[in-house]
């Protein structure tokens, strides 16, 4: 029988605090800030991270972030974002900034604005005294770094679900990481969450898009091929890998 979309909701939900549980990424008490792009990946976890304290004897603070960097030329609906911030009864932030663009030639827009707004989004956590910052990368995003970092960096390397950052100051998690990107985006078509008023014109990631390509190819080899590629991840034999060398 096909699962009715309350049910398909319930579904990701319960994937989410399969993550939140397995990884021990929210505990009680914490003060967990969200990184609110306005895109499809941050409206998930938004909801589902604020959305399951209802259903839990767990206490935990959820506040939202959301970093304009006003001179890269994207456009999110603010709008739209305070509404449904209002909604699951979370506070946003909104913090202006711009990019120095003309500094540091060699290095592109895309790398200063993600610098950019990470520093903003470290600030806010260290200021707010937040122990947890939360990111909505996905299986897929965990699985294509993975592969780049094969390909191009010679490393065994991806997207942890937590990582402790400056030496235990807080720790930076994922709750999407069990999701595959066609789940996030069924999810948030069902809901009917807007697209972006104004895609960034720099956001090209040829790297990205090529590895994305070859997870399309490696189904066709094995169709459980990218939940056993993260499955591997935890699953490394050192004594069947050649040792470091010298």
């Not at 202006?96 to 290095?107: C, I, P, Q, S, V």
């Not at 969450?193 to 956001?203: A, D, L, N, S």
């Not at 990218?226 to 991840?233: D, L």
């Amino acid at each position: 029988m096909k699962e009715s979309t309350e049910q398909y909701f319930l579904r990701i939900e319960k994937t989410v605090g399969r993550a939140v549980n397995r990884y021990s990424l929210i505990e009680e008490n914490d003060r967990v800030a969200v990184a609110l792009s306005g895109g499809k990946d941050s409206l998930v976890m938004l909801e589902t991270v604020a959305g399951r304290r209802k259903r839990l004897p767990v206490t935990y603070e959820v506040m939202a972030v959301h970093v304009h960097v006003k001179n890269i030329g994207y456009e999110t609906d603010l709008e739209f974002i305070n509404r449904f911030c209002n909604g699951l009864d979370v506070r946003l932030h909104v913090i202006e900034t711009e990019a120095e663009l003309d500094k540091d030639k060699n290095k592109s827009v895309c790398f200063k604005c993600s610098w950019l707004r990470r520093k903003e989004l470290f600030d806010f956590v260290r200021n707010r005294k937040c122990n947890k910052l939360a990111f909505g990368h996905h299986m897929d995003d965990a699985i294509e770094t993975l592969l780049m970092n094969m390909i191009s960096n010679s490393s065994i390397s991806s997207m942890p679900p937590s990582l402790s950052m400056f030496s235990g100051e807080f720790d930076l998690i994922r709750p999407l990481i069990l999701l595959g990107e066609n789940e996030i985006i069924e999810y948030a078509a069902l809901k009917g969450f807007p697209r972006q008023m104004k895609i960034c014109p720099h956001g090209n990631d040829t790297r990205r898009a090529e590895a994305k390509k070859l997870l399309v190819q490696m189904e066709k080899v094995e169709r459980n091929a990218r939940r056993n590629i993260y499955s591997a991840m935890s699953n490394i034999h050192c004594g069947y890998l050649p040792p470091p060398g010298k």
